[in-house]
């Protein structure tokens, strides 16, 4: 048995795939990750026993992603943040698709596991008649609002809004909300799928039919994301972690432990912090009376300040994150608040000050807080002195790690990802 992974040239929705990957072949199938060229070597680093299938070179595409990440990152409205991304998915859906067909029908796999945010790869097990499984990194802000049962208590996506600030106008509201954002999705993603089927030969088909009844398999669960009733499709699996955590490099272990207690700082592969958030967040750290391991990409470093203090130390990557902040003498977690992150840090059991900077990263964050196992702040407004504060604050107060522990329960009884692997193999075997 075959089966091919395949999703967006992101490292946060192919680091679930690849682990599901890993997985089913220690159980005797044969398997491929497949994205854009430029994510070969970090497949390669992540699983090198995983083969991987090049779909093609993003090319100039890569710039205007880039570009997007900036004007993302800077926009203060999440959902209007979130549009600027629109034009460069709309460029890498031929790419994805023509590389996928190509690759589909010169090895022909007996299922497809599909990014949900990677409507090409739908498109592409559609045309070849195969049988695909979508995998969701998280509730938030993937799923339509057409298959989901109305909840008036759980907050739409991109909302600032806590489950605990459910209020009967929210009641009244729900339809409302609901219909506007299908209209929404309908006129920017739904409209944007529509025309790239349409320039490939196939039919208009909204992205809820693309979905509906097909196994979406979700790498979260309820504890830290919120309690509702799903589709019986739609399981709630847990995050992609790793069983094992490699162990930490000597000098890097030596400096975590040699010293007062550090916070981990890392934004993610996206996110990209203007001059003005770094300055803050040096001051921040700085003020903090805690060490700082930070991971600032070298793409980044030029806004860094000329001078930087002594408790604080730059890296442009660490060997496992995990590892990281399973080190006892690491308090706090300075996060964006992806999903892989977050959850990586639960497993760690280390608690989060996070600073969303995009997309359903504060939708994340807000969660965060409401679990009680961290706290967030606005990343146009806050102060140096406010991360200060939250950073010894988090740290400080141990209440903050004691509700990390009944979240690894949860994680441990959704199954992980060999309960994904189960999902994949009945759908490939039915």
Request: charged letters at 20%; hydrophobic letters at 45%; aromatic letters at 6%.
């Amino acid at each position: 048995m075959y089966a091919l992974f395949t999703a967006l040239p992101f490292v946060g929705h192919l680091n679930p795939l690849i682990r599901q990957a890993a997985a089913l072949q220690r159980r005797g199938w044969r398997v491929a990750v497949a994205s854009t060229r430029e994510m070969a070597a970090h497949v390669h680093s992540e699983a090198p026993e995983v083969p991987f299938v090049d779909l093609g070179e993003l090319g100039g595409i890569a710039g205007r992603m880039r570009a997007a990440e900036e004007a993302a990152s800077a926009e203060p409205d999440y959902r209007r943040g979130a549009l600027h991304f629109l034009a460069p998915l709309s460029e890498m859906w031929p790419v994805l698709f023509d590389g996928l067909v190509h690759a589909m029908s010169s090895d022909r796999p007996d299922v497809v596991v599909v990014d949900l945010f990677t409507s090409a790869g739908f498109s592409a097990a559609e045309k070849a008649g195969l049988p695909y499984v979508v995998n969701n990194p998280s509730l938030l802000n993937a799923i339509p609002t057409e298959l989901m049962p109305p909840n008036w208590r759980v907050p739409f996506a991109m909302s600032p809004r806590s489950v605990h600030d459910a209020r009967p106008r929210h009641r009244l509201l729900e339809p409302i909300t609901r219909h506007a954002m299908q209209l929404a999705v309908k006129l920017t993603i739904g409209r944007q799928i529509t025309k790239q089927r349409a320039s490939r030969g196939l039919p208009p088909v909204p992205l809820p039919e693309l979905l509906h009844g097909r196994t979406i398999v979700v790498n979260g669960a309820f504890g830290l994301d919120y309690e509702r009733t799903l589709p019986p499709y739609v399981h709630m699996v847990g995050p992609m972690l790793d069983e094992d955590v490699p162990p930490l490099p000597e000098a890097l272990d030596r400096w975590l432990s040699d010293g007062m207690p550090v916070t981990y700082a890392n934004l993610g592969t996206v996110v990209r912090a203007s001059v003005e958030q770094v300055r803050r967040m040096v001051e921040g750290f700085d003020a903090s009376g805690m060490r700082t391991l930070w991971v600032v990409k070298d793409s980044l470093r030029e806004r860094l300040p000329k001078t930087i203090p002594a408790s604080i130390c730059v890296v442009p990557r660490v060997p496992s994150p995990r590892a990281v902040l399973s080190h006892p003498n690491v308090r706090v977690f300075v996060s964006h608040c992806g999903m892989n992150s977050v959850y990586e840090s639960m497993a760690a059991g280390t608690p989060v000050v996070g600073i969303p900077m995009l997309s359903d990263q504060r939708d994340m964050a807000v969660r965060v807080a409401d679990a009680g196992v961290g706290r967030w702040m606005d990343k146009s407004r806050f102060t140096a002195a406010q991360l200060a504060s939250d950073i010894a604050r988090v740290a400080g107060d141990e209440a903050y790690r004691r509700r990390i522990a009944p979240l690894q329960d949860a994680f441990a009884r959704a199954g992980g990802v060999e309960r994904a692997v189960d999902l994949i193999v009945t759908s490939g075997e039915s």
